[in-house]
């Protein structure tokens, strides 16, 4: 039996000549990441069913396995963001049991998904000073202060950040 952090599942579990120094030591591992990372690895146990279902291992997986996996995923209309969260509960799974996590062949079928479903990341629009300076000038002014460009020089610069807007 093994007495590896990563392979234990639960206190009860633990060889009983450990006692409960063990299993603090496993609360506390469990506790190295928030509840919601936690949730979302357990998108391994999607990744487990699915390979008991085809015969195949899931810890260790074969990058291949992995693959397909991804590939029967996206065909039942899984997104690609969805995707590298599962990806990532495997690779930690992986990672907790001492085994590797970095494969080129899972990380080309995901970069193939992406690109065949054509999911883009939307950039966002460079803030440049003019675009800065509108905004500033559509800013609800303090009560008897103008803001105008003039105002704030006629003030000797003391809003500082309005003012270096205008250079």
């Known amino acids: 039996m093994s007495t590896s952090l990563a392979v234990l599942k639960s206190s009860d579990e633990l060889p009983a000549n450990l006692g409960p120094e063990l299993a603090t030591a496993v609360d506390l591992a469990k506790a190295e990441k928030a509840l919601s990372t936690r949730k979302a690895y357990s998108d391994f146990r999607l990744f487990k069913a699915w390979c008991d279902g085809k015969g195949a291992a899931s810890l260790p997986a074969q990058a291949d ?3 397909a996996f991804l590939a029967v995923e996206v065909s039942n209309g899984t997104k690609p963001s969805t995707l590298g969260r599962r990806i990532a509960a495997i ?5 907790l049991a001492g085994l590797p ?3 080129e062949t899972v990380k080309a079928t ?3 998904i992406r ?3 054509g999911v883009a990341r939307t ?3 460079p803030a440049i000073a003019a675009r800065l300076r509108a905004k500033v000038l559509l800013a609800p002014c303090e009560i008897g202060h103008c803001c105008s460009w003039g105002s704030l020089e006629r ?3 003391a ?5 270096m807007l205008r250079t």
């Open 65 to 67: 396995t992995v693959a």
């Open 91 to 95: 690779r930690y799974a992986h990672k």
């Open 101 to 103: 996590t970095d494969s």
């Open 110 to 112: 995901l970069r193939g």
């Open 115 to 117: 690109r065949t479903i």
């Open 123 to 125: 950039r966002k629009t």
């Open 155 to 157: 003030s000797g610069g």
């Open 159 to 163: 809003n500082w950040s309005l003012w």
